[in-house]
């Protein structure tokens, strides 16, 4: 079946360490596969029952976190009440396992049925489906199924206690090793609830805290938090995600983090603020560690060379970026425009995870991956202009072409420390994006 625009999945069903059975393989429209919701409606509709994705299994195919045939760990939030379906047996996956036959499409466009539930006192199941619930290194606290009925039921009780109490189902519609994203009807508009890691993301209901002070329109609301698990039920934000932005928004969005960034630079609430250290001046050392490790996975030995060549010129580099005279403030991390969210007349930003204390130059660079040549150009000319009334005598022009390579490597970095922080089933959506930042820092020095 053609997948330009899909992709195609199994999952695995369980309800608290019981194994349901399987569904599929079957087809889905979204491609990604973070974006779990398809999935998940899928099963609910099988199985009768409200059920959430819980983590990917394993993944043939596709490529940059999308297409191909995906399989999943989904978990039943109540147990079936009716008898499941009989069906075609599972199939277990592999660490790497093997391309499937293709698939019927008549088949794919019929109605699935779950397998029927395994005997799980059988080695063979303890083997396969058995594993589904047991421990793995790293794994997110949203991609098991005690921790995720807590965050559920810990969204649950805050909205209440905001005078907000849920008036529907919930919708899942995200999970991945980064994050898990939740949709919640409730009373005064849809609340949303978003899970990350406290092992490498910045607290985003701190972050919020910390820009709002400076300008509030330019956050959601932060409903409730519970900053020490990385949860946080945010207040819905209207509009659409702004891929191919207007100059009006562009203009908007730009203008405001930029005298966000300046007003908060080298405030006593940035110090206080606890947010990662990623300035410029420990890029040299960090490199260097990266390429003595795995972050030279994937390189040739030409480009292990080219790249400690770069990384041992970083110092001069690092130099020049400062003589531009840019403050080190709040960096939003992954400043890109899908990240703008407006209906016309407000545009919020969201997703905060990555924020930092650095270079403001990187959220400058930051959109230039995302959007066509001429609004790059604008979304430049918007920041430098910033910058320039923010920062009296700096040269914030000069600042974006220096530092793209310096961008590169951050992100090198960055992506690395995913790898280093998730389990192995999940690596797939990472594995290759270091090289690839790294090849892209060695193509613009």
Known sequence: MDQTNGRTVTAHLTHRGEYLGSLGPFAVE???????????????????????????????????????????????????????????????????????????PEALSAPEALSAPEDLTRPAARSGPAALSGPAARRADWATSDGLRAALDWADAAARAAGRP??????????????????????????????????????EAGVIGLLGAVDPDLVPEVVAADPARRRVLLGDVPGEDCWGPSARTVEDVVSRLVAAQAALAGSD????????????????????????????????????????????????????LAACGLPETFVHGDFHPGNWRSDGRRTTLLDFADSCLGHPVLD??????????????????????????????????????????LAHLAYALRYQEFLENIETSERPYHEGDPATEIRAALACA
Do not use: M, Y
Not at 181 to 203: D, E, H
Not at 386 to 402: F, K, N
């Open 30 to 104: 979204e491609p990604w596969w973070s974006a779990v919701g398809p999935v998940a409606d899928r099963l609910r509709d099988a199985s009768g029952v409200p059920v959430a994705v819980l983590r990917l299994a394993a993944v043939t195919g596709g490529a940059g976190g999308r297409g191909g045939h995906t399989t999943f760990h989904a978990e039943a939030l109540e147990r079936p009440a009716r008898r499941l379906p009989t069906g075609a047996a599972h199939a277990w996956p592999t660490a790497r396992p093997q391309p499937e036959a293709p698939l019927d």
């Open 166 to 203: 849920p008036e529907g189902p919930v919708r899942q519609i995200r999970s991945w090793n980064l994050s898990g994203l939740f949709l919640i009807p409730a009373a005064q508009g849809p609340l949303w609830l978003k899970t990350t890691s406290p092992a490498f993301n910045a607290c």
């Open 269 to 320: 609430a940035l110090a206080a603020a606890g947010l990662p250290d990623r300035a410029p001046a420990a890029l040299p050392g960090r490199v260097h560690r990266l390429l003595n490790g795995a972050g030279a996975d994937g390189l040739t030995a030409d480009e292990v060379t080219a790249a400690r060549a770069l990384a041992d010129r970083l110092p001069v580099l690092v130099a020049e």
């Open 364 to 405: 400058g660079l930051r959109p230039r991956a995302f959007v066509s040549e001429e609004c790059w150009a604008r979304i430049a000319d918007t920041w430098a202009r910033a910058w320039a009334v923010h920062a009296p005598g700096s040269d914030p022009a000069r600042a974006l072409t220096l530092a793209e390579p």
